[in-house]
């Protein structure tokens, strides 16, 4: 018998389909869903990321508070912290000594001038008060962490991991600040108005303040609106650099210009989808 062997090899080798429609559609259906919840799972993120915003600026604000009813004093500003943690360089707690001190250790700490602002705290160090701020409020264990009291080793406005609490928003951090009730006018970032008590939020930013851009405009306006007015230029919330972040009423840009400093009309940039904003919130306690 003879056996056709191209044929018989033929026979033997396995059935190759392509897809069908069918299997093309479901297919293509799965992979809608599969990207369909990497979106809702990135928003779903990054709601939970705004939300973090408003919970953790809301406990500060109370840790402020309670703060004040049992040291009868503000956090940074407090005469007497030494008397309740001890001295973190010097004999007086208000010297250079203890002010340029980097020796201290845990809660170890400098008095602040009392006057009642979050900025100078006397020789030595210009900006101190602002990172006593934090050091006493965990010190007191009203809020998480542990910080050095001290600026970082840029310069005396260094705001580092080490003495200013981070934000859940990835490379953001907290930041507070008391420039008394002076009118602020012409100013190239903000609009006029009273800034005082603040605490603000922001992207940080190498060897100074943590006021880069880290929210888009609807982000802001979101979180303005639940917590405030839903004006950039008016009431507690306001963006610590309007260019960019805000429009004009008439919808004309914003810009670092002193006569846009004045437009206390102004609005949210709602069309701009980029990272444009960081926040101030104003009279926090």
């Avoid at 402020?64 to 001890?86: C, E, K, Q, V």
């Avoid at 360089?89 to 008095?111: E, F, I, P």
């Avoid at 004309?252 to 919130?281: E, M, Q, R, V, W």
Wanted: charged content about 15%; proline content about 3%.
């Amino acid at each position: 018998m003879r056996i056709n062997i191209a044929k018989h090899f033929l026979n033997r080798m396995p059935m190759r389909h392509a897809f069908s429609l069918v299997e093309l559609s479901i297919v293509l259906v799965i992979l809608g869903l599969l990207t369909g919840g990497i979106l809702t799972g990135q928003s779903l993120i990054r709601a939970a990321e705004l939300r973090s915003v408003v919970t953790e600026y809301q406990r500060y604000q109370t840790a402020i508070h309670s703060f004040r009813d049992r040291y009868f004093a503000l956090p940074g500003d407090m005469r007497n912290a030494t008397a309740f943690w001890g001295f973190a360089g010097g004999s007086t707690g208000t010297d250079a000594a203890c002010y340029t001190s980097t020796t201290g250790t845990g809660t170890q700490t400098c008095n602040g001038d009392g006057d009642g602002l979050i900025i100078n705290s006397g020789s030595g160090n210009t900006y101190r008060e602002r990172f006593m701020f934090w050091q006493h409020l965990a010190n007191a264990g009203l809020i998480q962490g542990s910080y050095s009291g001290i600026a970082g080793s840029a310069n005396s406005y260094d705001h580092e991991t080490t003495n200013s609490p981070l934000g859940k928003i990835g490379s953001s951090m907290w930041s507070v600040y008391n420039s008394s009730n002076t009118v602020h006018s012409g100013a190239t970032s903000v609009f006029n108005g009273v800034y005082p008590s603040q605490i603000t939020f922001g992207a940080i930013v190498a060897d100074v303040d943590p006021y880069g851009n880290l929210l888009s405009p609807e982000e802001m306006w979101n979180i303005d609106t639940k917590l405030d007015d839903g004006l950039p230029a008016q009431g507690k919330i306001t963006p610590r650099m309007r260019a960019n972040c805000t429009v004009a009423a008439n919808g004309s840009a914003i810009t670092t210009s002193a006569a846009d400093a004045a437009k206390l009309d102004a609005k949210y940039n709602l069309t701009d989808t980029s990272k444009a904003c960081s926040i101030i919130f104003r009279n926090s306690w």
